[in-house]
Each structure stands twice: as C-alpha cells, then as structure tokens.
C-alpha cells in the first residue's frame, strides 16, 4: 500500500508540471505587454513605464525555456500575478475565496455521493419496482437539466417567487458585520466561523444561503452515479460468488449490501474522479448564478473581463485540486480493491 | 498472386456485412423496441425540422440586414416573405442550404428595457431589450447544430490525429501522447474551453475553437484502442507482408475498420457539445450580444429573477422557454445515447 501511495505521488508533480506547461504556452500566443499582466504584483506595476521593466525581469521577449524558468520560480514563490477584475494579486483572492467554493463543493459531494449511492443500491435491489422507475426517470432528467438552466429555474422560483434562501454567501446583515469585523471568520469557512464565534443566527443563515446552490450541484451531479451504481450493482448480484453466499444461506441483506454492493462500488469510485471534475464545472456555473462570492464566479467574471492572470491562477489551481482528487479517489480505490494494491 | 492482392485491399467480411441490411440487423432492433430511444429521436428530428426550416418559420420576423442579405440576386416581384415559404422559389432552398450570418442576429424589437409579455405578435414574449425570444429559440436551434457538428468534426479530428499515431506507432510516442491525452481529459471541460477561450479572445470562432480543443481526449482514447484491437489482426499482417508502407496501412487498412464506434460516440456527443458552449454564452463568454444561442437568451433571464412587487412570476418566460429549449435538446441526446449504450452492451440481454 505504501509503495502504490509513493508510486501515485510520484505522478502529482509531473501533471502539475505538464499543466504549467501549457499554461506558459498558452501565453506565447499574447505579446509580451499583454503578457506582462500576468506577472505584475499591484496595480501599480501594470503602468506604462513599469511593463518594460517586468517585461526584462521575467525575459518575457526571451525564448519560452527561459520564460518557463522565470514564471515557475515567481508561482513556486506564490506570485500568480495581479488580478484585474478583483483588484489585488492573483494569490490574494484565490485565498480569500477558496474556503467559500470549498465548503459549497465539500457540502454538494455529501448528497451526490449519498443520494447516488443509496437510491442507486434501491433501484437495483428492487429492480422494475416504482423506486427504480422513479430513480430512473430521476437520473435521465437530472442528467439532462444544464446546471445553469436548474439553478436558474430554482432561483426565479424559489427566491424570485416566495423570497426564501437568499443570493450570495450570507444576508446584508452579516456582510456589514463581517466588514466591520464584529464576527471573526479565521477559516473562512461560514458556517464553522459561526459555529465558532457562538452565532446560531449566522450559521442559519449561510446554510440557508447554501440550499439552493447545493440542490443545483447534486442533482445535476447525483443522477450519473446513481445510474451507475444501479447498472454496476446489478452485474454484481448475477455473479456466482452472490448466488455462491445466498445458497450457504446468509441473509440477504449481508449479502447484498456485504458481498454485491462492495464490489459494487468499484466503477462508483472510478467514476467520481470524472463526477468531481463535472462538480467542478457545475460550481463555476452555480456561483455565477447564486453571486456567490467563490473562485468560480470570480474566474468566470475575470474570464469576461480578458482579466488573463486570474483566469491562468485558477486553471493551476483547478489542476492541483484535481490532481489531489484523483490521487484520493485512487487511494480509496486501492482501500476497496486489494487487486489493485498488489498489481 | 493478383487474387490474394484484391483480397488484402477488401475490408474484412465481418465489416462489410455488418453494413447490409442495418434495419433488420439485431442491434437496431433492439434499438427500435427501446420506447425511450424513440422519443429521443423523435425529439431530435423536430429539432432538425426547426433547425433546417429557421428562415421559413421566422419569416414575418427577419431584422433589415438578413433581409438584405438573403435576397441578393432575387428578382423582387413577391414580397421576401412569400418567397421565402414558397417551396418553389429557388430562394426557398437557398435559405435553408445557407443563410447569411446577420440571419442568425436576433432582431431587435424596440429598446424597452422591460421584457413584454406573449402576446399574439411575439408568440413567447420579448426579452429585456426587446429581443424576440421566438426567433432566438428557432434560429437557436440552427446555431446549435451548427457548432456542435463543426465542433465535434474539429475533435474528432483531433482525436484520429492524437489517438491515430499512439496507437498505430506505440513505443514512447504513444506513451507520452496518451499521458498528455489522460491530463487533458481529466481537466473539467468547462473551466479549461473558458481558459482557451480567454486566451484567444472573446468571439463565437474562438469560443468553437477552446470547446474543440477540449473535447478530443475521450476519442483519442476510444480510438487507440480500437487501433490496438486491429492492428493485431491477420489482414492487417497480411497487407504488410504484401509490402504496404505505413500510411497505406493506416489509411486503408487500419483507420476505417477502427472508426465505426468512434462515429457513433462522436455523433451522439453533439449535445454536450452544445451544452458547453450554451454554458460558456450563459456566462458571457462567446458570441456577440443578439446572436441566436439558447445560452445567451438563458443568460438575459438572469437580469428579471423577481417581477414587479405583487407579481413575483411576471417575466417567467424569459428564462422558461429558452430554458426548456435547451432541455429537450438535451434530453433527446440522452435518451438516444443512453439507448445506444444499451443496444451496446452484453449485459442488458435480459
């Protein structure tokens, strides 16, 4: 297991570095001037008489060799440049606002994963009943809704019609009480900040505030899994190694859950590497939707902006997250699958 | 000597039979007896018919310059209108074969700033800005077909060049194409076509571009395998031993025997290729503001979330028509693939 842990990250460090490739690469398609941006670290350095000067620092009219080096050695010193539309580095605003993204995402995987476990499992044990015509229908609909059509439906009907939930991260109240600095948010996660300074009222209200972006990801996201826990589930239970158990009389429901659902889960946890991906994306659209003030409606508004660095900061980071989340899911896959410790 | 070189040049039998008698062939039965592949199709072919007939089903509500456009060289002896739903006006066909680029403009009403409701004139209402909601659904339908058959043609393409050399040369080049392959394809789809997008500069061409440029991977991967699966048989070592060069053997040989699924994995990818890009235009990253797409017209609705007080659901239409446009759209994708999926797989016999 510690050699397949070392071996997996061992590939961490090459993605990231094929993605950082691409990522300068892309930018030899800007002039150097335009390029410049992407390496400022104020407002200020982006004025005329200072371009020329971060133009020779970083050899940006220099061949792409040299352009690599320097830009890998100001991101490793965490300098992603300076960030038009949000007005201060790149760095700076991709730390303000990761927790938020963070616990949307974190709280949206909770009922893809359970919801597409659990009804996939119902679907398949009791096939052709009305669970899995519902959960059928479910999935094809859920799968078929673009998340930007969902959440927008959710939002006009929800809060457009009956005022319930709420935009943005938390109500008016509260934004002005954080700015002034009446409640202290250390982890910038909203409901552990509130739970931590004692403000029921304000952790209510984030959750509240969360209701509807998280519906929008689950469903959208949700229904995949489940079909593919229902399909997978059902190739299990015809295995000889189920009607091996159920024939030694074990209760059936040791066997299904025990025997069937395990190996069941395989292809589930294969597929939820590309789900997260999926989640990702669908985040990006969510936020937009909610104004929910995350890394996803930051990049999609500094992509409408041409605000290049942010858009770049975000692509590393999205890459890293992604590298991380597939290492988990092999991880975990390796955990449920000793073959694969072994091979 | 000339017999076994006829031989080598034929495709194998089992391709070639494969091919004859497709609507009686078990696949498409059980393709035909799956209810749910029906309405898919169903639901697809309505939107070709609205695709391919945009300038006839719209043809009271065509702005000045698609007017201009579409009636050069015409003889003006009817009106453009009775023309244009006159099957045997030679302008007719022209219209539905090409249609200029201002035609895919949504025309501009007036400039009221408040979307108006249905009415008779503007079947499902107008916009914020008074575009015609009517016009941007049908002539959406044919800007959607558009990019996602140049779009998936651009990938796929991309996907024969990548996954043709890897699995066709192997060794190292294979190696580090499918390495490079595996990084893009796990890259969520959205965020790197908004990157590429960004980068190119914001227009429907480059837009087309990032989205093609993202999509390639899952061919390149079928492809190669299917490469591998063929390259190993007799026919193949056949035609080499016969003396055929490498490009021979990979265009004549190889490549036309690996593509048939990878045709019909690409075809049946046209709809998340739309959905990408509505997604992108959703979040204004794409085409110019008027141009006829689903996600635009979907983003309008973002200003009108909450009606006048007293009337929270006044401007409902603005998001639910070009909302449910794109939905059906989709559905019908899935309900077709979800099927092929089925007819394709070993287990689903019973």
Redesign the interface.
């Known amino acids: 297991m510690f050699a397949f842990i070392v071996r997996r990250l061992f590939m961490l460090p090459?993605?990231i570095f094929?993605?950082s490739v691409i990522i300068v690469g892309?930018?030899q398609?800007?002039s150097p001037i335009q390029r410049a941006s992407a390496f400022a670290r104020s407002e200020q350095q982006l004025r005329e008489d200072n371009i020329d000067a971060i133009i020779r620092q970083y050899g940006l009219d220099e061949n792409f060799f040299v352009q690599y080096g320097k830009w890998a050695g100001a991101a490793l010193q965490g300098n992603l440049g300076f960030s038009r539309s949000s007005s201060e580095p790149v760095m700076v605003t991709i730390r303000k606002r990761l927790p938020a993204s963070a616990e949307l995402a974190f709280l949206a995987l909770l009922p893809v994963i359970g919801m597409g476990i659990f009804l996939g499992t119902a679907a398949a044990l009791k096939r052709d009943t009305f669970i899995d015509q519902f959960t059928r229908v479910f999935a094809?609909?859920g799968?078929?809704?673009?998340?930007?059509?969902f959440g927008?439906?959710l939002?006009?009907f929800f809060?457009?019609?009956?005022g319930l939930f709420g935009i943005g991260r938390v109500s008016n109240r509260f934004v002005t009480e954080i700015a002034l600095g009446s409640i202290d948010t250390p982890t910038g996660f909203m409901l552990l900040d509130a739970l931590l300074a004692g403000r029921l009222d304000l952790f209510f209200d984030a959750l509240l505030h969360l209701v509807l972006p998280v519906t929008t990801l689950a469903v959208v996201s949700g229904a995949q899994i489940m079909r593919v826990m229902r399909?997978s589930l059902?190739?299990a239970l015809?295995q000889d190694y189920v009607r091996t158990a159920k024939a030694k009389g074990l209760p059936k429901d040791v066997v299904n859950l025990k025997h069937a659902r395990r190996n069941a889960l395989i292809p589930v946890i294969t597929l939820s590497?590309v789900a997260f991906?999926?989640l990702?994306?669908g985040v990006?659209?969510t936020e937009?939707?909610f104004n929910y003030p995350g890394l996803g409606s930051w990049?999609?508004s500094?992509?409408?902006q041409?605000?290049?660095p942010a858009?770049?900061g975000?692509?590393l980071l999205?890459?890293v997250i992604?590298?991380v989340a597939?290492l988990l899911v092999d991880l975990l896959y390796a955990a449920v699958d000793p073959r694969i410790r072994y091979s | 000597m000339d017999t076994t070189l006829s031989n080598v040049d034929n495709e194998p039998q089992a391709a070639a039979s494969s091919t004859k008698g497709w609507y009686n062939s078990k696949t498409f039965k059980r393709f035909r007896r799956n209810p749910l592949a029906l309405v898919g199709a169903v639901i697809l072919i309505f939107y070709v018919v609205v695709a391919a007939f945009a300038p006839q089903l719209t043809a009271g509500r065509l702005g000045r310059s698609c007017i201009r456009d579409l009636q050069a060289n015409r003889d003006a002896r009817a009106t453009l209108e009775q023309d244009l739903v006159n099957p045997l006006h030679p302008i007719f066909w022209r219209a539905i074969a090409w249609s200029p680029a201002s035609c895919f403009q949504v025309p501009r009403q007036s400039f009221i700033e408040v979307p108006t409701a249905p009415s008779r004139e503007y079947p499902l209402g107008l916009t914020g800005g008074s575009y015609d909601i009517y016009y941007g659904i049908i002539w959406g339908a044919r800007s959607a077909f558009y990019i996602g058959v140049l779009v998936t043609g651009i990938s796929l393409a991309l996907g024969i060049i990548v996954g043709g050399s890897a699995g066709f040369f192997g060794g190292w080049l294979d190696n580090i194409l499918m390495r490079f392959t595996d990084t893009v394809y796990a890259f969520p789809n959205l965020i790197l076509a908004m990157v590429f997008a960004t980068i190119f500069g914001p227009s429907l061409q480059n837009v087309m571009i990032a989205i093609a440029l993202v999509g390639w991977p899952s061919y390149a991967r079928i492809l190669r395998g299917d490469i591998l699966r063929v390259r190993a048989q007799d026919f193949v070592d056949g035609a080499r031993a016969l003396g055929a060069k490498s490009p021979r053997l990979f265009w004549k040989h190889v490549l036309p025997n690996a593509l048939g699924s990878l045709i019909v994995v690409a075809s049946l990818d046209i709809g998340a290729v739309v959905l990408t890009a509505a997604a992108l235009s959703f979040l204004g990253i794409g085409a110019d503001i008027g141009f006829a797409d689903w996600g635009q017209m979907i983003n309008f609705a973002r200003s009108w979330i909450q009606g006048p007080p007293g009337r929270p659901f006044a401007y409902w239409y603005v998001s639910f028509y070009p909302g449910l446009a794109i939905v059906l759209f989709v559905l019908g994708w899935n309900l077709l693939g979800d099927a092929f999926r089925d007819v394709n797989d070993p287990y689903s016999n019973n």
């Open positions: 090459i993605v094929a993605v892309l930018l398609l800007l094809i609909v799968w078929s809704l673009p998340t930007f059509v927008l439906w939002l006009i809060y457009g019609g009956f399909s059902l190739d015809s590497g991906a999926f990702l994306n990006v659209v937009t939707i990049a999609a500094a992509a409408v041409l605000d290049i858009v770049l975000f692509a999205t890459a992604i590298v597939n």
